[in-house]
């Protein structure tokens, strides 16, 4: 898998039939950024994003993704609902294989996947109505004949998102943080979508707001029977909303798991340095934090081997060569380290 | 606040959903914080008074006999009948001025209109579509601004000849520069923002998030633009017409004046000088002032949040 570009062109992407069981598939999933410069705008460097992901989602569950900044689980979110074009690698989204979508297909395919945004602030458009903000999803998709049809399925929303009917007649500069991220659900369920991505929607808002937004992602996927992939950097939050959590370091997932089995097992140096991070409400309780020592490597040149082996307190010399895969560690747990 | 205090307009007065709507947008709020400046609303006035002596000299309502004079009634000094004299073929100073205004105004719009079509276009497809798209527009307009605009547009006039209709199109294709040159940054920054994202993920097409999602984003920098350009183009014309290279000598326009004056000062006869030049400084004053306001209105980052 760790090649250099030049073998990259010769390598066939491994074709996968699509597993029934899950919902969302993802094999083998890269994203790399050109960056260009030089004389004549060459691509001199390339930042690999996503490194060759491979997940799967069930119908109905929440997978958490969890990483620091920068370690590519925002653009892994946005490759698989086509924001970004995946550099290679497949998606399958119930049984469809979204990265061979275009145009019209494609536009119809997004019925079925949406997003919300991080920041409820710059997600939506400050010229427009929240009425026009929800209604345009309809409105694109032809899905009522009637203006109407449209209003009365644009309250519906409003209603079901928990904010007042006449928020339709205002602009979003109007409301709070919390409020704006309901306008941008209402949005995003307009269409009736199967699945969601949660791209860290309650990061940009206040503690107490961030309980009531979770609370509603909860209920609505309960009431609608939605799947999400939630990416997050609290871990508090993904592990109350999540089924099963990925954690991901510099472009590649290194270990996944069910909820309660990762927090409580961790087996990847990552997870545990992670886990160890979070605060405990218990003053005497001792502090066993792992401190991780140096930066994130640039994800331009990533290190040999693990990418991992640099900050890693196991390290051992073959962590520098080998590239460890996702391997199941213990029952229904994947952990991609050669020592788990 | 201003949710409360509208919320409290709603309860009170009873009005339609789309007055409810118009008064909450942030052109409404704009206009609310241009109507509080003092000095915007009194340059828009002296502005309105412009366009009326503009169009009633076009409506034949000012002064419907400016081109006639008599050579007995030349240079006359200033009187009552005539406050700034009579010049050269006798005609009145004061009505050359007045249709002057005329020309002015309507170079200025025809003009920065030209330059607003060409930028905003340009500007949007150039931002918006990046590659090869983008380089064939910044090659285009760095061209033109490599050029001398003094060099340019009298190269123009020459090719195009004399006349107004010639005066509009040299001036509004050679000044849609600047305005091409913002629009296509902001649409760089837009078309990335995450409005335009969750645009994408619903399926809109390009026209519809550059024209429904961005342009609406930008257009109060086209506004502000508009206006610069407006007194940009007057201040032009003047300068091609002093230069024998504008509009006919038989169109009255100040720059026209100021070309017949520099002969008329050591008569001395200071009439054509100082109506141009206080009907220039008063449109041009008034119309800076405005623009200033303006540009301060639309400001989101002056907003009061």
């Given at each position: 898998?760790?090649?250099?570009?030049?073998?990259?062109?010769?390598?066939?992407?491994?074709?996968?039939?699509?597993?029934?069981?899950?919902?969302?598939?993802?094999?083998?999933?890269?994203?790399?950024?050109?960056?260009?410069?030089?004389?004549?705008?060459?691509?001199?460097?390339?930042?690999?994003a996503v490194?060759?992901?491979?997940?799967?989602?069930?119908?109905?569950?929440?997978?958490?993704l969890v990483g620091e900044s920068g370690c590519g689980k925002s653009t892994l979110?946005?490759?698989?609902?086509?924001?970004?074009?995946?550099?290679?690698?497949?998606?399958?989204?119930?049984?469809?294989?979204?990265?061979?979508?275009?145009?019209?297909?494609?536009?119809?395919?997004?019925?079925?996947?949406?997003?919300?945004?991080?920041?409820?602030?710059?997600?939506?458009?400050?010229?427009?109505?929240?009425?026009?903000?929800?209604?345009?999803?309809?409105?694109?998709?032809?899905?009522?004949?009637?203006?109407?049809?449209?209003?009365?399925?644009?309250?519906?929303?409003?209603?079901?998102?928990?904010?007042?009917?006449?928020?339709?007649?205002?602009?979003?500069?109007?409301?709070?943080?919390?409020?704006?991220?309901?306008?941008?659900?209402?949005?995003?369920?307009?269409?009736?979508?199967?699945?969601?991505?949660?791209?860290?929607?309650?990061?940009?808002?206040?503690?107490?707001?961030?309980?009531?937004?979770?609370?509603?992602?909860?209920?609505?996927?309960?009431?609608?029977?939605?799947?999400?992939?939630?990416?997050?950097h609290?871990?508090?939050?993904?592990?109350?909303?999540?089924?099963?959590?990925?954690v991901m370091y510099l472009g590649k997932v290194v270990?996944?798991?069910?909820?309660?089995?990762?927090?409580?097992?961790?087996?990847?140096?990552y997870?545990?340095?992670?886990?160890?991070?979070?605060?405990?409400?218990?003053?005497?309780?001792?502090?066993?934090?792992?401190?991780?020592?140096?930066?994130v490597?640039?994800p331009?040149?990533?290190?040999?081997?693990?990418h991992?082996?640099?900050?890693?307190?196991?390290?051992?010399?073959?962590?520098?060569?080998?590239?460890?895969?996702?391997?199941?560690?213990?029952?229904?747990?994947?952990?991609?380290?050669?020592?788990? | 606040?201003?949710?409360?205090?509208?919320?409290?307009?709603?309860?009170?007065?009873?009005?339609?959903?789309?007055?409810?709507?118009?008064?909450?947008?942030?052109?409404?709020?704009?206009?609310?914080?241009?109507?509080?400046?003092?000095?915007?609303?009194?340059?828009?006035?002296?502005?309105?008074?412009?366009?009326?002596?503009?169009?009633?000299?076009?409506?034949?309502?000012?002064?419907?006999?400016?081109?006639?004079?008599?050579?007995?009634?030349?240079?006359?000094?200033?009187?009552?009948?005539?406050?700034?004299?009579?010049?050269?073929?006798?005609?009145?100073?004061?009505?050359?001025?007045?249709?002057?205004?005329?020309?002015?105004?309507?170079?200025?719009?025809?003009?920065?209109?030209?330059?607003?079509?060409?930028?905003?276009?340009?500007?949007?497809?150039?931002?918006?579509?990046?590659?090869?798209?983008?380089?064939?527009?910044?090659?285009?307009?760095?061209?033109?601004?490599?050029?001398?605009?003094?060099?340019?547009?009298?190269?123009?006039?020459?090719?195009?000849?004399?006349?107004?209709?010639?005066?509009?199109?040299?001036?509004?294709?050679?000044?849609?520069?600047?305005?091409?040159?913002?629009?296509?940054?902001?649409?760089?920054?837009?078309?990335?923002?995450?409005?335009?994202?969750?645009?994408?993920?619903?399926?809109?097409?390009?026209?519809?998030?550059?024209?429904?999602?961005?342009?609406?984003?930008?257009?109060?920098?086209?506004?502000?633009?508009?206006?610069?350009?407006?007194?940009?183009?007057?201040?032009?014309?003047?300068?091609?017409?002093?230069?024998?290279?504008?509009?006919?000598?038989?169109?009255?326009?100040?720059?026209?004046?100021?070309?017949?004056?520099?002969?008329?000062?050591?008569?001395?006869?200071?009439?054509?000088?100082?109506?141009?030049?206080?009907?220039?400084?008063?449109?041009?004053?008034?119309?800076?002032?405005?623009?200033?306001?303006?540009?301060?209105?639309?400001?989101?980052?002056?907003?009061?949040?």
């Amino acid at each position: 898998m760790q090649t250099t570009p030049n073998e990259k062109s010769f390598e066939l992407p491994p074709l996968k039939v699509p597993d029934p069981n899950a919902f969302i598939q993802v094999n083998e999933l890269t994203k790399e950024f050109p960056i260009k410069g030089g004389l004549f705008s060459r691509q001199i460097a390339s930042v690999k994003a996503v490194q060759g992901v491979s997940l799967t989602i069930k119908k109905g569950e929440t997978l958490g993704l969890v990483g620091e900044s920068g370690c590519g689980k925002s653009t892994l979110g946005r490759c698989i609902i086509r924001l970004i074009e995946p550099t290679s690698g497949q998606i399958f989204i119930d049984g469809q294989d979204v990265t061979k979508k275009q145009g019209e297909d494609l536009r119809a395919l997004r019925r079925k996947m949406q997003i919300i945004f991080q920041d409820p602030y710059a997600s939506l458009n400050p010229r427009m109505t929240v009425g026009s903000i929800i209604s345009e999803p309809l409105e694109i998709h032809n899905l009522f004949d009637s203006k109407k049809d449209r209003q009365d399925r644009v309250k519906q929303l409003v209603e079901l998102v928990g904010l007042r009917p006449e928020a339709v007649n205002r602009y979003p500069h109007e409301f709070s943080g919390g409020q704006r991220q309901r306008i941008g659900i209402a949005r995003a369920l307009a269409v009736d979508p199967s699945f969601i991505v949660c791209d860290e929607p309650v990061s940009a808002l206040d503690v107490s707001i961030q309980a009531q937004v979770i609370n509603l992602l909860m209920d609505l996927q309960q009431r609608l029977g939605l799947t999400y992939l939630f990416i997050a950097h609290d871990l508090k939050v993904v592990e109350h909303i999540s089924n099963r959590v990925a954690v991901m370091y510099l472009g590649k997932v290194v270990e996944m798991a069910e909820a309660e089995e990762l927090y409580r097992h961790p087996s990847h140096p990552y997870s545990r340095a992670l886990l160890s991070a979070i605060p405990v409400p218990d003053p005497r309780r001792k502090d066993q934090r792992i401190i991780l020592t140096g930066d994130v490597p640039s994800p331009i040149r990533p290190p040999s081997g693990c990418h991992f082996h640099p900050r890693c307190p196991d390290m051992i010399e073959e962590c520098k060569t080998t590239c460890p895969s996702l391997r199941e560690t213990r029952p229904a747990h994947h952990t991609a380290c050669i020592r788990a | 606040m201003a949710a409360t205090s509208n919320a409290t307009m709603t309860a009170a007065v009873p009005t339609t959903a789309s007055h409810a709507k118009m008064r909450n947008s942030l052109w409404w709020d704009a206009f609310r914080r241009l109507k509080k400046n003092k000095v915007a609303v009194a340059s828009f006035f002296v502005i309105c008074v412009y366009v009326l002596i503009a169009l009633g000299a076009k409506l034949g309502l000012l002064f419907p006999d400016v081109a006639i004079g008599s050579p007995s009634m030349q240079y006359l000094p200033w009187s009552w009948e005539h406050p700034f004299g009579t010049d050269v073929l006798g005609r009145d100073v004061l009505a050359r001025a007045v249709h002057g205004t005329a020309t002015a105004l309507s170079v200025g719009l025809i003009s920065s209109g030209i330059s607003l079509v060409i930028g905003l276009t340009l500007g949007a497809l150039a931002g918006y579509y990046g590659k090869w798209v983008d380089g064939l527009i910044v090659w285009l307009y760095t061209t033109i601004d490599s050029i001398p605009y003094i060099l340019l547009i009298p190269a123009l006039t020459f090719v195009l000849g004399r006349g107004l209709i010639n005066v509009y199109i040299a001036v509004g294709v050679t000044s849609w520069v600047t305005l091409c040159r913002l629009i296509r940054g902001e649409f760089m920054k837009h078309k990335d923002r995450d409005y335009v994202m969750a645009a994408k993920v619903i399926g809109a097409s390009d026209v519809r998030k550059i024209f429904r999602h961005i342009l609406p984003n930008v257009t109060h920098l086209a506004f502000v633009q508009f206006g610069l350009g407006f007194v940009a183009a007057i201040k032009i014309e003047v300068i091609l017409s002093y230069l024998g290279l504008g509009v006919d000598p038989s169109t009255p326009s100040w720059g026209i004046m100021l070309d017949d004056s520099k002969l008329e000062l050591s008569r001395p006869f200071w009439g054509n000088l100082a109506a141009a030049t206080i009907f220039m400084f008063g449109l041009i004053l008034s119309f800076n002032l405005f623009n200033d306001a303006l540009r301060d209105s639309l400001d989101p980052k002056l907003k009061n949040k």
